[in-house]
């Protein structure tokens, strides 16, 4: 392919001015160990194959049909899982999409939104795309959010919960504080990894979710997506849950841009891993005993390790020079997330994978301590 | 479901300003004779499910990876079709989705945009949506689109071809006529129907569809889907076609959006459907002789029929009353499309069904018209 010289002369002003989201690599070779883009080291359910197979043994002829345009039976299902009324489920296209969509909906160009400084990197492209201001409010020295920081006007405030990259979890008491301080505008609270973390606190008594917090709160959005706890990032749905005048403010939006995101196959397949709920627990509980042992080798190789609440790890090598250690892990086949921004450039973001990945990474950073040392000596 | 009191005080302005688009009923019932959202009678091809069932089989443990975000093989495929380059070639969920990101990616506010006053009902909504002013240019009395009639300061403009709900063709010398007058604005030919129109009119020698003009015309994007020739409404796949510049820009603001919009099945479905040419012209020749015959049967019952070059067929009963035809055909499971509007509202849109559906149409209006004729006696 030839090189491209770009000509903007037709575009919009608004192409003309965007700064594109740059996801990470999806790089195709064998044998590499992806630790990279939060992905779950397990597949997904057995029961979403079968679904789809189901559907296109059964009912192939229906793909010449458009699908059902509110995702009806998935969001049924959301709703059960959650005890909530069905006009309290939002679907789309991943919480990408979803998340366009909050942007458009909900926050205004008068007032600013705001969102931690250190977050998912989405966030301030979603401002420019629909050209509300971002207000980047700094995160605490421990990279902890203090909610007492955002008591300033506003339209809205979002919030990755547990945050990325850093994977700590902010308290329902203090997301409910927030909801109280600012009763005209919309508290988003993005859950992508959050069933990392209500798996471990065990049972309904002990709600991580502010899911728990919608019918008292009706400010409060709830997005959350398939791609990480349920091993579905090929199959792009995401979700919103929120007071049904917020749901409604969604699906408007929604059948203003697109009002068929989410293909047959994609409805039947999601369905399916939410019915599931023996394999998804199974599997969350794994991948969290496999950041614990992660966590402690780590540690033990002098990596300080944040306290991570979600399916990746957010850690400092000793001398902080994170770079280096992600360009020698990457000749070795091993790629993981450094972030070349202030503030962070001496972390790495590590997705949890399977033991042997697990493994086959400890393995490299001792052989690389082990030539340092060598180096030195 | 109890009833819904919305409250909007949440809300963006934007959110409180839109009026959604609202797709044709997708009822479920048993023996409905659907012929009112212009899907394609016969099933998509069978490589479709087979590419989709090997990919549950082998590859079932990447769907908890992300898709190809630039779904690089479908635009491969794509772009060998039409002996393009691949950066001619954008993809993204459904064509809506794509012109949605055509509205923002080219269309001014500073200067309208121009379509044909009855044309897609979804353009309107768009403009709406990326407030951009769109005017309608009327049709001519005969519902063809006069060029000369858009010579007027614009961003752009989009035109259906062939158009929808008419039928009715517009030639590439007229396409290409206005892409001369409009060098600084870009026109989006919307060929989601051009498919049947290519077919019927043969070989490579007889182009009926502006994808051949985008070598020579910068500012000419094509838009088109596998919704309807493709048999696939169901699969939620739609592209566009243009100078590598314009490719940009639309790959820009999607990265803006949602950067995978296609997931991992829907792109193996949709390249095994541009692979199987014999299956595709197949179909669509099939599609093409039912509609002829629809026609004549139609014409012999005194309607007036548009002189169709898409999937669907554009009538008016000889009295005018539309609305009553299409109640009538409604009460025995028979559903078409009636327009509301000014211009269009004696008149129905029908889709191409079965042979089958078919009769089953034209039997029902021969029951309708012995029992009109039965009651004046």
Chains 1, 2 share one sequence.
């Not at 903007?8 to 160990?33: F, I, M």
């Not at 779950?40 to 699908?67: C, H, M, W």
């Not at 008292?216 to 709830?222: E, Y």
């Not at 033990?300 to 944040?306: E, K, M, R």
Request: net charge negative.
């Amino acid at each position: 392919m030839s090189e491209l010289k770009i000509d903007t002369r037709l575009w919009s002003s608004k192409a003309r001015n965007l700064s594109p989201y740059v996801p990470g690599e999806q790089p195709q070779h064998d044998n590499l160990c992806k630790l990279n883009t939060n992905e779950n080291p397990f597949p997904p359910s057995p029961k979403v194959g079968e679904a789809i197979t189901k559907v296109l043994e059964q009912q192939a002829d229906d793909l010449r049909l458009y699908p059902a345009p509110e995702s009806d039976d998935l969001r049924a299902a959301l709703a059960q899982l959650y005890d909530l009324d069905v006009n309290q489920v939002f679907v789309g296209n991943g919480s990408d999409e979803v998340l366009a969509l909050v942007f458009a909906s909900f926050f205004l160009k008068e007032r600013p939104v705001l969102a931690p400084d250190i977050s998912y990197s989405f966030y301030p492209v979603y401002a420019q795309t629909f050209g509300v201001d971002l207000i980047q409010i700094p995160l605490e020295e421990d990279f902890s959010i203090d909610p007492d920081a955002y008591r300033q006007p506003c339209s809205g405030i979002i919030i990755a919960n547990p945050n990325a990259p850093t994977g700590l979890l902010l308290s329902l008491a203090d997301i409910r504080k927030l909801a109280g301080e600012h009763s005209n505008s919309v508290i988003v609270i993005d859950e992508a990894y959050i069933d990392f973390a209500q798996v471990e606190a065990g049972s309904a008594d002990a709600q991580v979710s502010a899911v728990s917090l919608i019918n008292d709160c009706d400010n409060i959005l709830v997005t959350q997506t398939f791609s990480k706890s349920r091993s579905l990032a090929g199959l792009r749905v995401g979700m919103a849950f929120g007071n049904a005048s917020l749901i409604e403010a969604l699906t408007r939006m929604k059948n203003s841009f697109n009002s068929y995101p989410l293909d047959k196959l994609a409805q039947a397949g999601a369905t399916a891993s939410v019915l599931d709920t023996a394999y998804f627990e199974q599997t969350c509980q794994q991948v969290i005993d496999l950041r614990q042992s992660l966590t402690a080798e780590l540690t033990a190789l002098d990596y300080q390790v944040l306290p991570s609440h979600a399916n990746f790890i957010f850690v400092r090598p000793k001398d902080g020079n994170a770079s280096a250690v992600a360009s020698a892990l990457r000749e070795q086949g091993i790629i993981v997330r450094h972030f070349d921004k202030p503030r962070i450039n001496e972390y790495l973001r590590i997705t949890v994978g399977t033991a042997a990945q697990n493994n086959r990474l400890i393995e490299a950073l001792q052989a690389l301590q082990k030539n340092a040392e060598a180096v030195t000596d």
